[in-house]
């Protein structure tokens, strides 16, 4: 499956962007998706995930109650709702795809979209 992620942009702190990812084709419904991010200079981290469902989501610490996860099968798309951002919220966002399970380790995680910048001005 071939990932596209889009939305990002500059946000003043305190603001909100919302993420997308379309999948290339229907297999998207049977996976596990999710969103890592790598800050400049920093390692890639997982940020959310969610089921091939949707019933059921995880968060980094660093984001709960500030990002919303969801997926849309019909549309084979999900998308990361970003609220109350921080600077410290700057770096390239990734979707993925892949693992049975919600995993934090980037390493297991199949397919990847090419990222999309935010940048959190303060």
């Known amino acids: 499956v071939q990932l596209q992620a889009s939305g990002g942009g500059l946000v003043q702190a305190g603001g909100s962007l919302r993420l997308s990812c379309a999948a290339s084709?229907?297999?998207?419904?049977?996976?596990?998706m999710g969103w890592f991010r790598q800050p400049p200079g920093k390692e890639r981290e997982f940020v959310a995930g969610?089921?091939?469902?949707?019933?059921?989501?995880r968060y980094a610490d660093s984001v709960k109650g500030r990002f919303t996860i969801s997926r849309d099968n019909a549309k084979n798309t999900v998308d990361l709702q970003m609220n109350s951002l921080k600077p410290e919220d700057t770096a390239i966002y990734y979707c993925?795809?892949?693992?049975?399970?919600?995993?934090?380790?980037?390493?297991?995680?199949?397919?990847w979209g090419q990222g999309t910048l935010v940048t959190v001005s303060s």
């Open positions: 993925a795809s892949g693992p049975v399970i919600i995993v934090t380790r980037p390493d297991v995680w199949n397919y």
């Open positions: 084709d229907s297999t998207f419904r049977s996976y596990v």
């Open positions: 969610i089921s091939w469902s949707g019933g059921s989501t």
